[in-house]
């Protein structure tokens, strides 16, 4: 092989190495900055969900809306009112501190307000919630098949705490390489003056 060959695959690995860490970087970055969003927002709220200005972000945790949704999609709801809720819209509620997403098979009038009769689409028969307006998180938008996972990792307790860590040793690192370039520019000087 010639110098040249040899010198252009070596570039070539750099290029795709330095791509692969700016890829990783980011999407670090966006996923701390969904934890950090996700607690400052669960904190205030009270919520086991992410919520900002009416969009709600959560995960499909079964199979049972395939093929509309699938297990560990990331499933986007944006809040909705009552009058734009019709049968055959999927919707994402709370029911027993656990999160739903499911089909609207039948709207019904009970106790003055409407009420939501649901149903997987791998189910035969509606499940057995009513589902009030305050129930509802929202309606979905968009379902991202496959990064369930992420957010999964992203409001993991213990994705924070490594987040921590790793802010903690990096302002360390970039301390300590401060003060070692510092060092080196006063050695230079003294140097230079002599």
Partial sequence: MKKTEINKNKSRKNVLKTVLSKILY???LIMVIYNIIFLINSTITKKDYLSIFGISINTMNSDK???EIFKNSIIISKTVESNELEVGDNI???VSNEIITSKIVNIIYKDNEEKYITKYI???YPNNEEISINMIIGKEVLSI???GFIVKVAQSKIFTLIVLIF?????LYN?????RTKKRRLKKKRFDEI
């Fill in 92 to 94: 994402t509620y709370v």
């Fill in 175 to 179: 301390k300590e390489k401060y003060i």
């Fill in 167 to 171: 802010l903690v040793f990096k302002f």
């Fill in 26 to 28: 980011i999407m670090f």
């Fill in 145 to 147: 098949m496959g990064l």
């Fill in 65 to 67: 809306m395939k093929p």
């Fill in 122 to 124: 791998q189910t035969y």
